[in-house]
Nanobody, 125 residues
């Protein structure tokens, strides 16, 4: 079975930074797009950032939600089978459970199939 394990969550004050990591056991990791979702109480799950397995001018390799653009950065290290989410200048509204996910295809657009357990991020004012 596919395993996705997140780490790096915690409690920080507004303006602080965190880096989340997600390590996958999937053999085809380098060929799969990866995404970071978040879900806050009473809100729908949203895609925060995603990264494709390849980079294309027609289909950009990364996506960052408008709400976090300029503050969050997604990256991946295929050799370590790990995807990262660097979060800077955190705001209280960023408080949520952050969940790592992957999909069968190489591009970030589409339905994500496998999900980690999530890591809690709490940002205080």
């Amino acid at each position: 079975q596919v395993q996705l394990v997140e780490s790096g969550g915690g409690s920080v004050q507004a303006g602080g930074s965190l880096r989340l990591s997600c390590t996958a056991s999937r053999r085809t990791f380098s060929s799969n797009a990866m995404g970071w979702f978040r879900q806050a109480p009473g809100k729908e799950r949203e895609l925060v950032a995603a990264i494709s397995s390849t980079d294309s001018s027609d289909d950009p390799s990364t996506y960052v939600a408008a709400s976090v653009k300029g503050r969050f950065t997604i990256s991946r290290d295929n050799a370590k089978a790990t995807v990262y989410l660097r979060m800077n200048r955190l705001k209280p509204e960023d408080t949520a459970v952050y969940i790592c996910a992957d999909k069968d295809g190489s591009t970030w657009r589409g339905i994500y199939e496998n999900w980690g357990r999530g890591t809690q991020v709490a940002v205080s004012a």
